[in-house]
């Protein structure tokens, strides 16, 4: 049953190349100040043109080879794949009554946090730029070898999967929580 439920798809051999455990990418931490552990593997699974991580000196950002992070859209209203499973766990809500509000709630200071963050990491060159990304799918950017890991939805599994020599592994979006 599909329950909107987002996690993350990983390239197996991307992290293993990169020396990350598998139990890291169960273990991710996020928060909006600096990414926690979520964006140091993102950074660091990010390559550019040169074979240089995105953690490591001399990463040209502009030339980017593979970003840690995919990226589907601007995510609409929702942002249903692309940065709900992250504003949501700061305690923000779309609407200021669930379900059916009367205000959203995007000046909140914890979702604009969010989001700066977020943006954030296309500036630094490990995410791709929304304009980049515009009629592409980003299963098929991930089955190409372009982004290490995607966080898409429950809904695609049998896609994410279905890639011959790729070997995927899933961890749950909404683990990310900063203790």
Partial sequence: KDWDTIGLFYNKAMISSAGIKEDQMKDLTWNPEDGGSYEKVIAHLTVDKNGKRGDEPGFDKNNVDVYGLGLNGGGDSSGQTEWSYLTNTTGWSHTDKNPWGTKYNYDDPKFQESMEWFAG????????????????????????????????????????????GIEVGIAAAQALVDA
């Fill in 121 to 164: 990491l296309a500036d630094k060159g490990y995410m791709p730029k929304l304009e980049t990304t515009v009629g592409a799918s980003m299963a098929d950017t991930f089955a190409a070898g372009k982004s290490a890991i995607n966080a898409h939805g429950s809904w695609m599994i049998g896609q994410y999967t279905g890639y011959k």
